[in-house]
């Protein structure tokens, strides 16, 4: 996506709804994330079984206990506008995940710690005559940053223990644009929504990731050469029908995408695999005023490992429950 094309949705978008007054720092009710985003401002707590995050990880069995997965988000509000049918929205999102082994029973190490922040664009426009598309909304976040740290724990034992240790620093700039059918967030009664996104870095030439030697100990690193992902996801909502109500709203969020397994080695080359992100579970609706609700899911994810350097892990597998703040 070059920067003129940006800076033409931009104004085309604007140009809109220019005619009404600002709301400044109000958050508003679309363009929220499913709750199937891989990385999101949701706040969610999960505990579950997974399979594998690699072979420098130096307490063994990782798959007969279980693990937590603590995500924090946030999203700071800014402006906002609005005009007959269409609304925009400027706000600066982030967040973090941090996976822990939390019932090691020595130490209960961090194994992994993933921060992003950016700047993202809210736009909807509202159809009130369609049957089946509701609405349509563009989320585009023009800059976000994202970097990632091992454990403390897991890098002292590697540079110490491990002879091949290598620590990745997983750090880039990036853009990412995504198309959403029938927001869910604005809608009653059964609804299916759908979000189609595609992303890609700002600095190709420099890959998702760079090294020190030393850190690495002089091993000959290469750069990651592809750069688009994609993403899609689809969002099923009920409030009528068996084991839901206006209250408690019955979720089945899946999200799909194509990313890249990296590959630290020279002779094994970096490749795309499909990774699949479900939830199924229910959100309790506080009130319309509550900052944030409640849901409860059982989650399922398989495709590549998501944590920091260890993204150069294909099959990794995480089955658990997920309290979240939506």
């Known amino acids: 996506m070059s920067k003129l094309f ?14 009404q007054k600002p709301v400044w720092f109000q958050t508003v009710k679309f363009g ?3 709750i199937s985003d891989i990385r999101s401002p949701i706040i969610k707590s999960e505990t579950g079984y997974l399979n594998n995050i690699g072979k420098y990880y130096y307490i063994k069995n990782v798959s ?4 937590i997965e603590a995500h924090f988000g946030y999203e700071i509000p800014v ?16 967040g973090s995940v941090t996976l822990v082994d939390m019932f090691e029973k020595t130490t209960a190490p961090v194994i992994n710690t993933d921060y992003w922040f950016g700047t993202e664009i809210k736009f909807i426009k509202r159809f009130q005559d369609k049957k089946y598309i509701k609405n349509i909304g563009l989320n585009i976040l023009p800059l976000f940053h994202e970097s990632t740290h091992l454990g403390d ?13 290598k620590r990745i620093n997983i750090s880039y700039e990036a853009w990412k644009f995504s198309v959403i059918l029938n927001d869910p967030d604005t809608l009653n009664g059964n609804i299916l929504s759908l979000k189609a996104s595609i992303q890609n870095l700002w600095t190709l030439k420099d890959g998702w990731y760079f090294t020190d030697s030393l850190e690495v100990k002089g091993a000959n690193i290469p750069l990651s050469k592809k750069t688009f992902e994609w993403y899609f996801s689809a969002n099923y909502q009920r409030i009528k029908g068996l084991l839901c109500s206006e209250k408690w709203v019955n979720i089945f969020s899946v999200q799909v995408n194509n990313r890249i397994q990296f590959s630290y080695e020279p002779n094994i080359p970096e490749k795309r695999i499909w990774s699949y992100n479900l939830y199924f579970g229910w959100k309790y609706k506080i009130s319309d005023k509550a900052f944030r609700n409640v849901g409860f899911f059982l989650r399922y994810y398989r495709g590549l490992n998501p944590h920091g350097q260890f993204r150069n892990i294909g099959d990794y597998r995480f089955t658990g429950l997920s309290i979240a703040l939506m």
């Open 64 to 67: 007969t206990r279980p693990f």
């Open 153 to 165: 724990e897991f890098i002292l034992n590697g540079f110490t223990k491990i002879p091949d240790f």
């Open 79 to 94: 402006i906002s506008l609005s005009k007959n049918n269409y609304e925009i929205f400027f706000g600066l999102p982030g």
């Open 32 to 34: 929220n994330p499913f």
């Open 6 to 19: 940006k800076i033409f949705l931009i104004l085309l978008i604007s140009n809109q709804i220019n005619a």
